[in-house]
Nanobody, 126 residues
Framework: QVQLVESGGGLVQAGGSLRLSCAAS????????MGWFRQAPGKEREFVAA?????????FYADSVKGRFTISRDNAKNTVYLQMNSLKPEDTAVYYC??????????????????WGQGTQVTVSS
């Protein structure tokens, strides 16, 4: 089992920045990739960004956040980060961290992930 705990959410004005953290514990050696997803009220959970857990730091982004968000990892701390800049009101959502043991190219599909955090609220005011 892998446990994930997110932190760093909050209220920010449009144009501002936040950095989310996701600390992993347990059988972290089994992780292949980590991802961030978000879910706004009344909407489906959507992919934000993903990164391989070891080896090359290959990253993937949703078109809606490219150029504004950056995903990174610190394996020594078993932590993945999501730096969010130039935030917009439409970025308001609960942000979830997820870990996958195996991903066959489906970085953007929630069903490909095995473990999920409890979520952290991000609210961007206009």
């Amino acid at each position: 089992q892998v446990q994930l705990v997110e932190s760093g959410g909050g209220l920010v004005q449009a144009g501002g920045s936040l950095r989310l953290s996701c600390a992993a514990s347990g059988r972290t050696f089994s992780i292949y990739a980590m991802g961030w997803f978000r879910q706004a009220p009344g909407k489906e959970r959507e992919f934000v960004a993903a990164i391989n857990w070891s080896g090359s730091s290959t990253t993937f982004y949703a078109d809606s956040v490219k150029g504004r968000f950056t995903i990174s990892r610190d394996n020594a701390k078993n932590t993945v980060y999501l730096q969010m800049n130039s935030l917009k009101p439409e970025d308001t959502a609960v942000y979830y961290c997820a870990a996958a043991r195996i991903l066959l190219g489906a970085y953007g599909l929630p069903g490909g992930y095995d473990y999920w955090g409890q979520g952290t609220q991000v609210t961007v005011s206009s």
